[in-house]
């Protein structure tokens, strides 16, 4: 809880009526007409969309073990930069999130920078190693309360695994989220196979490899009655497939990343690594399926797999280079040009994607709630009609591996609400929570 | 042209270009002292991340035929993984001025990570990148079949192209380098390609090119090709399931002796071309490698020629239509 006291005056609730927010004591106060400041410092939104706190399904925190790359205070700094109020942090940190140890020490990390709320994710498997499930009960119980577990960056291949691993999640309402991608078929992988491989001369990621683990995963899901999220879905065959569980009342979610929501492979043909990435970018027929499937609600989410690197790793080679791009401060502009100026889906949608939905998935309470009283205080002011150009070194994460070098997008980040503090004001940074 | 990536950058007017000067600087190969001064004076360096040893010789040949100073930089292993970095090492070649890098990498791309990343401003040439690109081994296949065609039609080659020129490129294109920048120069050039292989060494992706597809090496053969060209089957491909045996695959894609004999029987001049080094007895027999067909040796002395003509045009300037001669008159 904090003392502070803003009155939001004229805002935009979700794009549509418009109204003052009052926020004390960490919580939406009152939300109304021409409300009475009472000591409050005022914030002008005229022209302004208030969405509630965006949340991040699949962040890449770095911590502990690549403090180089990032760490969990200049990560989640750049995640209030980006309108975000919570986010899950990946389990693939060194030593990676396994026990109940790690998580607690990331979920402290977070609460300590005061930027977000830190909902680590715990490993499926211990080391990520696919082969024996990790402390998930340790884990749900601990301080961290983690429901979401993933091997991201891994798949858990193996079959058995990933059924007992969905039917044991159950236990605590958790969820798997598994990164799709069969291991076999994508050895040595480089981008996604298909023209533009065949042209380059790098080895393929076929589109099959993610769909034929999505299509074994959502059966499992149904065989065993239990929930799987399909982390950073990335083809057109993905959707259908993901579409065809839904229409059979399995319980499954996707979630996409903005950058596969723009770029395609064809921006291999520069050789810049800095379009290497995990799935990697496909085709604009992917593209724009996803663009679709994102409105009609089979793919549910965005996540950004906010994966930063320092500069060596991505200052060379192709085939040397790690893969990853950066993506919380960019997130809501690219969904605002690639979804809302397309016409796919309007504001109230932008915040069921970002932030209701993930809040949802990943069994977050206090976030992704309506605007409206006694609802925590977690608000994202955008100005939908800022044009500003993407310069990763303005960026307040570490990794300058961002895509959007140079492209000129639409929409920023005002201010940044959570838990009733404004960690974003004004359109830059103010500073974290100190009473978390 | 400022570097020389891929042949896909290459327009037919360059092509032929280049193949004109390779011509010309063949003669001095002929020579009692083989040696032009055009680069006398400026700085070449090869770059050679992975082991080659002809390549490397057919470089420093033409290097050395143009009076140019050579540094040899054997950088093997990748950057990341194994010391100084693709950077630091473009930066050392900056620092020192090299006037050209000739680089060859086991990663796709990496020539056009150097030329386009501004760590060097010198011309950079690709000697092999990953399954990328070769476009000096492409430029020295064209000036081969382009002397072939002239010999039987007993014309000059000079300003010609393989207009109507039927190619069959053989083997793991899927691997190959030389298969995708032979692919997109003699497009340029007008050759009809087909490719043949059998379904798992060819690239997803490979309808969009402009090439014709066969699986069956006979049926392609039948057909009647201009030339054949033989792709190396790397020995390692055996253990990855491409296909089941050494012996299934030189029964099906080798040119076998019964398939030498085949083109004997139906007349017309089809030629052989390999790359190197082959592979005797399994994509290519001893037959059809020693055989009057075979053009593996013109390959070679035409590999010197060609590399002198595109560090002739990258380091002297786009045209020199009479250049090399009469600098190689005023040597005398």
Known sequence: MTAEKYLIRRARLLGERTADLLIADGVIAEVGQDLEAEGARVVEAEGLIALPGFVDVHTHLREPGREDAETVETGTRAAAAGGYTAVCAMANSHPVADTAGVVEQVYELGRAAGWVDVHPVGAVTVGLAGERLSEIGAMAGSRAGVRMFSDDGKCVHNAVLMRRALEYVKTFDGVVAQHAQEP????GAQMNEGAVSAD??????PAVAEESIIARDVLLAQHVGSRVHVCHLSTRGSVEIVRWAKERGIDVTAEVTPHHLLLTDEKARTYDPVYKVNPPLRTEEDVLALR???????IDVIGTDHAPHPIEAKECEWSCAAMGMTGLETALSIVQLALVETGAMDWAGVARIMSVTPARIARIEDQGRPLAAGEPAN??????RARRTVVPEDHQTKGRNSPFRGLEVPGSIRATFCHGHPTVLDGAVAGPRTDA | MRHLLDTRDLSRAEAVSLLDTADRMGEVG???VKKLPALRGRTVVNLFFEDSTRTRISFETAEKRLSADVINFAAKGSSVSKGESLKDTAQTLEAINADAVVIRHPGSGAPQRLATSGWIDAPVINAGDGTHAHPTQALLDAMTLRQHRARLASADTAGTDLAGLRVAIVGDVLHSRVARSNVWLLHTLGAEVTLVAPPTLLPV?????????????????ARGQDAVMMLRIQRERMNAAFFPSAEEYARLWGLTPERLRALEAAGGGTAILHPGPMNRGLEISSEAADSDRSLVLDQVTNGVSVRMAVLYHLLTGPQAPHGPDEE???DR
């Open chain 2, 30 to 32: 002929h020579r009692e």
């Open chain 2, 205 to 221: 992706g490979v309808d969009a090119w402009p090439v014709a597809v066969e699986y069956d090496l006979d049926a392609a053969l």
């Open chain 2, 328 to 330: 190689g008159h005023h």
């Open chain 1, 292 to 298: 679709e499937a994102v409105a009609d609600g089979t």
């Open chain 1, 184 to 187: 076999l078929l994508t050895e």
């Open chain 1, 379 to 384: 608000i994202t002011l955008v100005d939908p």
């Open chain 1, 200 to 205: 380059l001369g790098l080895t393929g990621w």
